[in-house]
């Protein structure tokens, strides 16, 4: 059974950064593409990247871009978010997600992910 583990939230204070992982395991990681998602209080489920199977496409929320990369590393089965210049605006529950289809384009929509993480809790203090 495939599961999906992130790790790396926390309280940071606004300029600072902080990198996210999410482990996957059950399953060939390397054959699909990974997400990440963030949702705050009071708010719907928002896009923040993408990345297909090899590493070799991203894609990312104008929110976010230049400020966060996406990467992964297929021997450890893991998927990073890295996210600098952080601001308040970030603050939110960052979960990982699996298409397992490997859509082409990237996907960004909530509904073309099969699994999904439990999330972890990032606090951006101003």
């Known amino acids: 059974q495939v599961q999906l583990v992130e790790s790396g939230g926390g309280l940071v204070q606004a300029g600072g950064s902080l990198r996210l992982s999410c482990v996957t395991s059950g399953r060939t990681f390397s054959s699909y593409s990974m997400g990440w998602f963030r949702q705050a209080p009071g708010k719907e489920r928002e896009f923040v990247a993408s990345?297909?199977?090899?590493?070799?496409?991203?894609y990312y929320a104008d929110s976010v871009k230049g400020r966060f990369t996406i990467f992964r590393d297929n021997a450890k089965n893991t998927v990073y978010l890295q996210m600098n210049s952080l601001k308040p605006e970030d603050t939110a529950v960052y979960c990982c997600?699996?298409?397992?289809?490997?859509?082409?384009?990237?996907?960004?929509?909530?509904?073309?992910?099969?699994?999904w993480g439990q999330g972890t809790q990032v606090t951006v203090s101003s």
């Open positions: 990345i297909n199977w090899s590493g070799g496409s991203r």
């Open positions: 997600a699996a298409d397992f289809s490997a859509r082409v384009p990237l996907p960004g929509r909530p509904m073309e992910y099969d699994l």
